[in-house]
């Protein structure tokens, strides 16, 4: 079976993906930029990528005719507040014209539980989406989930954070709020079992886990799982925008994506019964065991995919490609070179750096820039990497996206994505025993470079000591 499959960078996707080819399908992948997707990972010639936006309509002839089934798996929460709903209707609909011109029998549609008579704009958005991929000339299936529990999922990853960093939480009103968390792989379970079940067609089914819950049962249970005591004392005057700022602050999400959640999180989420887990034949996995199974997957560094990996400054919506030559004119650059006596060694110094392991010099300076890019809106240090010792393109690794990484030419290259007045590039590369250590800025106007001159006492400080810490 041919199989389209949307949303190909994000969370979902990249853990639907594998089953997708280990059933035996061949599977489309829609990505916005070629460059910014590692398909060689999956080592399997039953993957095709083409280029498709689908806010940009000349690209929707890159879609091939003869698939059988499509997934729709887009999604725009971290998308400005106000024009998200606006985003995801457009993309529905521009999909839905292509999509109904090819020989597509069913489309499969990942949504969230809307239940409830008074909903959140991102819960709006998906019930939105649902009535515009409705009425399509095709069969559609819809899944609503609520929270999903997985290892690099931004819930997980949330209370993740919340739960190992504060001892005590002075929490908002909304951890009263009740839902129904399901853990990734039942999620994937059932989009894989409905595909092209004709006893799905036409259908929409509420997905959760065995569970109802508390958003405060879930930090709980969490800290349970981690072997962590936690007091939680629930303050009803903290406003949304305080819990927003209050998530933001404390976990790595990003600002955008906290206040929609904030807003998500006042709205129950709990699924409608049905047997279709039993027509599957699916073992539902309570949120303890999800939580338990998250960690032996992170522990054996198998994170398939993260919630950052989709998520990135507006800079890279024009594509990856595009950074990969890295400017020179009108920048300034902080040029660093050094011998290596172990190339191998010094290679995988570069290949592991960031996240956990920190920067090899100075940590507690990368950490106040890290803390001062979330002052002022930014990403910060938080969102670490997703491998220790893996790094593909399209990455994120702390502030930095990775845009280029061969290990054969022994050169990796990041972007920056902490807020800057000016675009900046990290480069290290080895030729010949010889560690270059290449800085870029380019910076706008007179404030960006009143930034490089201000911070070139650092940079002194930093890239010399990583470079020799690396060399080693």
């Not at 035996?24 to 498709?52: L, M, P, W």
Request: glycine residues 6%; hydrophobic residues 45%.
């Amino acid at each position: 079976m041919k199989i389209l499959l949307t949303g190909t960078t994000g969370y979902i996707a990249q853990r639907l993906l594998p089953v997708l080819i280990g059933k035996g399908h061949t599977v489309v992948c829609c990505v916005r930029d070629k460059q910014r997707f590692n398909a060689s990972k999956y080592n399997s010639a039953r993957i095709e990528v083409i280029e498709v936006d689908f806010l940009k309509e000349e690209t929707l002839a890159n879609i091939p005719n003869d698939i059988d089934a499509a997934y729709y798996l887009i999604h725009s929460m971290s998308a400005p507040t106000g024009d998200f709903l606006e985003m995801e209707a457009k993309s529905a609909q521009n999909f839905k014209n292509s999509i109904q011109q090819t020989h597509l029998k069913q489309v499969i549609y990942l949504s969230g539980i809307v239940n409830e008579p008074k909903l959140s704009k991102h819960l709006s958005s998906r019930k939105q989406v649902e009535e515009i991929l409705a009425s399509g000339k095709y069969h559609l299936t819809t899944l609503r989930a609520g929270i999903i529990v997985g290892e690099g999922s931004a819930s997980f990853e949330i209370i993740r954070d919340l739960v190992e960093k504060l001892p005590i939480m002075i929490a908002p009103r909304w951890l009263k709020t009740k839902s129904q968390p399901i853990a990734i792989v039942n999620v994937i379970e059932f989009l894989q079992g409905v595909l092209m079940n004709e006893e799905t067609f036409d259908k929409a089914f509420d997905i959760g886990g065995p569970e109802v819950l508390t958003y405060s049962q879930m930090l709980q249970k969490f800290a349970k799982a981690r072997k962590l005591k936690r007091i939680i004392i629930p303050v009803p005057i903290i406003t949304p925008k305080l819990s927003s700022y209050w998530l933001y602050f404390v976990t790595s999400t990003s600002y955008k994506l906290a206040v929609n959640l904030v807003n998500s999180m006042k709205v129950e989420v709990i699924a409608r019964e049905n047997n279709l887990h039993k027509t599957l034949g699916i073992k539902l996995i309570t949120y303890e065991e999800a939580v338990k199974l998250a960690f032996d997957r992170i522990a054996h560094q198998d994170v398939l995919s993260s919630w950052t990996d989709a998520l990135s400054s507006s800079v890279l919506q024009d594509g990856i490609s595009k950074l990969i030559e890295v400017p020179t004119f009108g920048c300034f650059k902080d040029v660093r070179e050094r011998a290596v006596k172990d190339e191998a060694k010094a290679l995988e110094r570069i290949w592991a750096i960031g996240g956990n392991q920190g920067w090899y010099y100075a940590n507690w300076l990368w950490g106040i820039r890290g803390f001062m890019d979330k002052l002022i809106g930014g990403v910060g240090l938080r969102r670490g990497r997703k491998n220790a010792n893996q790094i593909s393109v399209g990455d994120s690794l702390d502030f930095w996206r990775v845009i280029y990484a061969n290990r054969a030419e022994k050169r990796l290259l990041l972007y920056a994505e902490m807020k800057l007045p000016g675009e900046a590039w990290l480069e290290f590369k080895i030729n010949n025993n010889i560690l270059s250590q290449i800085a870029t800025f380019r910076p706008h106007g007179l404030w960006g470079r009143v930034y490089w001159y201000s911070v070139m006492p650092f940079h002194g400080i930093i890239f010399k000591g990583m470079i020799k810490r690396i060399a080693q």
